[in-house]
């Protein structure tokens, strides 16, 4: 019983505040939303059984790419936005595309509609070192590459003229 | 409410989340806002990668690995991605997706 409390109230949690950050006039109070949902998820993987990829998440996501937007929101927002519509005229036919993407995922996630989680969760962190650094080595290593190139591409497109 | 909790819970929230995230993709005028919904759908997979795990292959991790490279890749997408509007930013002073028509601004 509580696993379902948990789960119900995690999921309208992250699905609520999605929509917030989809449908809200306000960017600021959008990229608030952002973290909130981002948050629900971490819930819905410690749900899951998933404690690394939980703890990985609140770093990651909710204290690191929230705040990443929430930074670039406040530099780049003007007063004047918030009186402009931030929604497009196109609504309609992405409301279509939703609902036709929905019927088909729902027809997918209906043939699992019998399986139920077997043992309880154990930790994953040692599993995941283990994986990492043995059969998934060479993934890994490129991943971090990856990451280095991101951050290098960050600073070449943010540097100013005169400061080269 | 108090039957069990099946694989299919976990792909209709994770289903739900990924369509607002392609209805804000598609309907954001702002660029922030198409890179939050973007971000929107990359935790959906992430939802789906890790129930597979728990549900279908509860012997191993390799989900929870691929999630973890999602994740990896995702914040690398967002970080270039909010450094490309700022240098867009600095030519056009504008931050709406339909003022993005030339590419020599």
Redesign the interface.
Known sequence: ?L??IV??SL?LL??AS??A??LHRN?VH??LF?GL??AG?AG??AA???D??FA??IM??VS??AV??MF??M??GRAS?LH?????E??M???L??GV??VG??K????????????A?RP?TH??GR??LGE?LV?FEL?SL??L???L??????R?ENAR | MTAPLTLSHYMIVAGLLFLIGVFGALTRRNIIGILMSIELMFNAANINLVAFDRFLHPEGVTGQALALFVMTVAAAEIVVGLALLLAIYRGTDTVYAEDFNLLKG
């Not at chain 1, 997918?108 to 043992?119: D, M, N, P, Q």
């Not at chain 1, 591409?153 to 943010?158: E, I, N, Q």
């Open positions: 019983m696993e379902q789960f119900y999921s992250t699905l999605a929509l950050v989809v960017t959008s990229s952002l949902s981002l998820v819905l993987f899951l059984g998933a690394f990829i990985a998440q990651v996501y690191g790419v990443l937007v670039v929101v530099l780049l936005d402009l519509r931030q929604i497009n196109r609504w036919a992405a409301l595309v939703c993407a929905a995922l729902f997918i996630a209906r043939l699992h509609s019998a399986t139920v989680a077997t043992g969760p994953s599993d995941i994986l990492f998934w993934p991943i990856v990451l190139a991101a951050l591409g960050a600073v070449f497109f943010t100013t």
